[in-house]
């Protein structure tokens, strides 16, 4: 039974452009969260998303978007790339109004140059 | 806002030591408490979650406890060991009030042999 899978693995972009992050739940899972954790800090929540639509969203600027697919798969997407937003980018796979159970990939690692 | 904090940021034990890593969370409206093990560059492990009901739970080596009313949550690692490095995150699941995770900066442990 595949984890959570993301893709790439890791990502080198130059400051302005645009990246595009992906994730695929655990199967079973219909709720996808993402979570940007800058080196030697813990993860902050970025946004959850289920039935396709964005739910809740944390403390971050409108560059960083997603979406989820009928399949439950989900696309972080960041524009006008930052210096700062080099970091790991892990996401969480649950089910919908079960408040246990989430299970994290292993992350995307993003170097912005 | 919740806010997280650990203490130590880092610790080096040698090897058989029994330690104890310390969390601090803001307010205590908090679903439940979860203790993460994090390896260098990879995703997060979860090791043991506390119910908010809860006061402790217990896998293996590994002891967490949980009082709410004052905010603060252990992980005892009973004989440590060289394969126990790694960095361990707290974090509490914010439930009906927020279905997100906040997670502390974690502590960065080196067990040496």
């Known amino acids: 039974d595949a984890g959570v899978t993301q893709s790439p693995t890791h990502l080198i972009k130059t400051r302005g452009q645009q990246v595009t992050l992906r994730c695929s739940p655990k199967?079973?899972?219909?709720?996808v969260s993402w979570y940007q954790q800058a080196l030697g800090q813990g993860p902050q929540f970025i946004f959850q998303?289920?039935?396709?639509?964005?739910?809740q969203r944390g403390n971050f600027p409108d560059r960083f978007s997603g979406h989820q697919f009928p399949n439950y798969s989900s696309e972080l997407n960041v524009n006008a790339l930052l210096l700062g937003d080099s970091a790991l980018y892990l996401c969480?796979?649950?089910?919908?109004?079960?408040?246990?159970?989430?299970?994290f990939g292993s992350g995307t690692r993003l170097t912005v140059v | 806002k919740q806010e997280v904090t650990q203490i130590p940021a880092a610790l080096s034990v040698p090897e058989g030591e029994n330690l104890v890593l310390n969390c601090s969370f803001t307010d205590s409206a908090i679903y439940n408490l979860q203790w993460f093990r994090q390896d260098p560059g990879k995703g997060l492990t979860s090791l043991l979650l506390i119910q908010s009901s809860q006061r402790e739970q217990t896998s293996g080596r590994l002891n967490a406890s949980l009082d709410k009313s004052s905010g603060r949550s252990t992980l005892y690692i009973a004989a440590s060991q060289p394969g126990d490095s790694a960095t361990y995150l707290c974090a509490v699941f914010l439930g009906n009030y927020g279905q997100n995770f906040v997670f502390g900066p974690g502590t960065r442990l080196s067990v040496l042999p």
């Open positions: 199967s079973g899972h219909d709720t």
């Open positions: 998303y289920y039935e396709e639509e964005e739910r």
């Open positions: 969480a796979s649950s089910q919908k109004g079960q408040l246990y159970g989430y299970t």
